[in-house]
């Protein structure tokens, strides 16, 4: 009964061919992110949907275009891919508006994308 | 902006040994939270203690406990009597209780040894 569940584990694609990955939480949380981690393992924040709507977009390319179409469900769209995004992406949910300081993150168990 | 530092990279110990994780952290907030999360070689963010700043007890959970140190801003994870399926990449991660996102350290590979 997995609580924050991503789809595909493993992607591997070619230089300029666009993708999605997709995450959907089943926890009843109003916030979700994409975050980014990188070949040293650094984690950092992408974006944030509280109910839908955007609350955090940090310095990523526009070719990263987050969709969330409900509460539930927050996707990831990546035109034009470029070697140096390859990297593992997670999903997590927090509960609460504003997430959930208390309680921290849910984590999906990510999506490692290779560029070639 | 917040920081999170994790001063060391690597840390490898024998199995059943005590080890301590180090955090430190930089914010001018006083209502935070901190966190560590464990990161197995499955990949899955797992979390496996928090605090919260506002109290002063520190927090434990079985075999992991934290020294919190509010002035040195420090966050510190000690893991007892440690087990082979402790090895992992450990995250430092702090919140602002009024801010919507996680900001983590940079990591620390333990590994333990039989």
């Known amino acids: 009964d997995t609580a924050v569940s991503q789809t595909p584990k493993y992607l591997v694609t070619q230089m300029g061919n666009d993708k999605s990955i997709k995450c959907e939480q089943n926890?009843?949380?109003?916030?979700m992110y994409w975050y980014k981690q990188d070949s040293k393992k650094f984690l950092k924040i992408m974006f944030s949907?509280?109910?839908?709507?955007?609350?955090i977009n940090e310095t990523v390319p526009n070719r990263f275009s987050p969709k969330s179409p409900d509460k539930a469900h927050l996707n990831l769209h990546i035109n034009s891919l470029e070697l140096g995004d390859s990297a593992v992406y997670f999903c997590?949910?927090?509960?609460?508006?504003?997430?959930?300081?208390?309680?921290?993150?849910?984590f999906g168990s990510g999506t490692r994308l290779t560029v070639v | 902006a917040q920081t999170v530092t994790q001063s060391q990279p690597e840390m490898s110990v024998q199995e059943a040994e005590t080890v301590t994780l180090s955090c430190t952290y930089d914010?001018?907030?006083?209502?935070?939270?901190l966190f560590w999360y464990k990161q197995p070689p499955s990949r899955q963010m797992i979390l496996v203690i928090r605090?919260?700043?506002?109290?002063?007890q520190n927090a434990t959970e079985n075999r992991f406990s934290v020294n919190f140190q509010k002035a040195a801003k420090s966050f510190s994870l000690k893991i007892s009597d440690s087990q082979l399926g402790d090895t992992a990449m450990y995250f430092c991660?702090?919140?602002?209780?009024?801010?919507?996102?996680?900001?983590f350290g940079q990591g620390t590979r333990l590994t333990i040894n039989p």
């Open positions: 997590a949910s927090s509960q609460g508006l504003q997430g959930s300081p208390r309680y921290g993150y849910t």
């Open positions: 926890l009843g949380h109003d916030t």
């Open positions: 949907y509280n109910n839908k709507e955007l609350i």
């Open positions: 914010t001018s907030e006083s209502n935070y939270y």
């Open positions: 605090q919260e700043a506002y109290k002063q």
């Open positions: 991660a702090f919140m602002n209780g009024g801010a919507q996102k996680l900001v």
